[in-house]
């Protein structure tokens, strides 16, 4: 996989069911934490999981706390959609109706598990913890946040002297981080030139990360970004905000060949807005996520991925930071 380099921002406020990819995957080091609140409702459980990708699976991870019989948390692990043995802690550190912090570190023998601060479990992996890239939760929850905390970002539980924070949220007393977090990464902000291109060192190849953030213009109509092989446009991502579309497509020898426009959710890019792009290569596709949430799939084209080896970025957009 990809290195975590701490380029991940945090998902805020991300609705449950909720689903979305961990940028270059699981890593010894790496620290998940999640702050939420369990509703007052007649649902009795809720659930974690480090997964293989969307469909569930291969779950490296299963953590499910379950308020019946008095309380306690099922882990457990989902190879080829068969679960294994089941491992419970017969105690229940969640209430109903209160907030928490979960805090998952990766460790190279196992996951340590930190709820509200306090040591709660470990789990001794059962498959390599790499092969998950994506965190799921679902159940009887509402998240407030989940972030990632990257290895030697800083000591854990220990905030950065300084920073410049990349998302500002508003709410009423009370209702956001009721414990304390660790606060989002944050990253310089250099002035990218537009139109903007550089090279791909060693092309694509599986597991290579591209991540594009900016700031979409007031008055912007479109923008594209294209992974180049030669004269070729091996893969053209294409929002269009006059068609409320985002149009995929590739160019060879000068001519375009079928556009796709199907997606699985209402437009992510909005006028005005920062936005995130992460484009993940696999063997047969590129997965394309947007603000950690995951868009589309992109079978290839151009099998000659190692060719495919220009980034370029065009449009009515202001381009804040570029990971290639």
Same mark, same amino acid.
């Given at each position: 996989?990809?290195?975590?380099?701490?380029?991940?921002?945090?998902?805020?406020?991300?609705?449950?069911?909720?689903?979305?990819? /961990?940028?270059?995957?699981?890593?010894?080091?790496?620290?998940?934490?999640?702050?939420?609140?369990?509703?007052?409702?007649?649902?009795?459980?809720?659930?974690?999981?480090?997964?293989?990708?969307?469909?569930?699976?291969?779950?490296?991870?299963?953590?499910?706390?379950?308020?019946?019989?008095?309380?306690?948390?099922?882990?457990?692990?989902?190879?080829?959609?068969?679960?294994?043995?089941?491992?419970?802690?017969?105690?229940?550190?969640?209430?109903?109706?209160?907030?928490?912090?979960?805090?998952?570190?990766?460790?190279?023998?196992?996951?340590?598990?930190?709820?509200?601060?306090?040591?709660?479990?470990?789990?001794?992996?059962?498959?390599?913890?790499?092969?998950?890239?994506? /965190?799921?939760?679902?159940?009887?929850?509402?998240?407030?946040?989940?972030?990632?905390?990257?290895?030697?970002?800083?000591?854990?539980?220990?905030?950065?002297?300084?920073?410049?924070?990349?998302?500002?949220?508003?709410?009423?007393?009370?209702?956001?981080?009721?414990?304390?977090?660790?606060?989002?990464?944050?990253?310089?902000?250099?002035?990218?030139?537009?139109?903007?291109?550089?090279?791909?060192?060693?092309?694509?190849?599986?597991?290579?990360?591209?991540?594009?953030?900016?700031?979409?213009?007031?008055?912007?109509?479109?923008?594209?970004?294209?992974?180049?092989?030669?004269?070729?446009?091996?893969?053209?991502?294409?929002?269009?905000?006059?068609?409320?579309?985002?149009?995929?497509?590739?160019?060879?020898?000068?001519?375009?060949?079928?556009?796709?426009?199907?997606?699985?959710?209402?437009?992510?890019?909005?006028?005005?807005?920062?936005?995130?792009?992460?484009?993940?290569?696999?063997?047969?596709?590129?997965?394309?996520?947007?603000?950690?949430?995951?868009?589309?799939?992109?079978?290839?084209?151009?099998?000659?991925?190692?060719?495919?080896?220009?980034?370029?970025?065009?449009?009515?957009?202001?381009?804040?930071?570029?990971?290639?």
């Amino acid at each position: 996989m990809a290195s975590h380099d701490g380029s991940q921002p945090p998902f805020l406020n991300p609705c449950v069911p909720f689903t979305g990819l /961990i940028y270059g995957g699981l890593q010894d080091g790496l620290q998940i934490t999640i702050n939420g609140t369990v509703l007052l409702s007649s649902e009795n459980r809720f659930d974690v999981n480090f997964q293989s990708g969307y469909s569930q699976n291969d779950i490296a991870f299963h953590f499910n706390p379950r308020f019946e019989s008095g309380g306690y948390v099922v882990c457990n692990t989902k190879q080829a959609g068969h679960w294994g043995t089941e491992e419970r802690k017969m105690q229940q550190p969640f209430q109903k109706g209160s907030s928490f912090q979960i805090c998952f570190l990766v460790q190279n023998a196992h996951f340590q598990v930190t709820v509200n601060g306090k040591h709660f479990l470990q789990y001794v992996h059962r498959v390599p913890f790499h092969q998950a890239d994506t /965190i799921s939760v679902s159940g009887a929850v509402q998240l407030s946040y989940i972030g990632f905390q990257s290895p030697g970002a800083w000591p854990l539980n220990t905030a950065p002297i300084t920073q410049t924070v990349i998302h500002t949220v508003h709410s009423t007393p009370g209702q956001m981080f009721p414990n304390p977090v660790i606060p989002p990464v944050v990253y310089p902000n250099p002035s990218y030139p537009m139109p903007y291109c550089t090279s791909l060192v060693g092309g694509l190849y599986p597991s290579k990360t591209i991540m594009v953030r900016g700031t979409v213009l007031p008055s912007a109509q479109r923008f594209h970004i294209n992974l180049r092989c030669g004269n070729d446009i091996a893969f053209h991502l294409n929002p269009r905000f006059t068609e409320n579309a985002v149009i995929r497509n590739t160019q060879i020898n000068g001519s375009w060949g079928t556009e796709e426009r199907a997606l699985p959710r209402k437009m992510p890019f909005t006028r005005g807005q920062n936005f995130l792009v992460c484009i993940m290569c696999e063997s047969h596709c590129l997965k394309v996520a947007v603000d950690g949430q995951h868009l589309c799939e992109y079978w290839h084209r151009l099998s000659n991925l190692p060719a495919i080896n220009r980034l370029e970025v065009v449009g009515d957009i202001q381009l804040t930071h570029v990971q290639a």
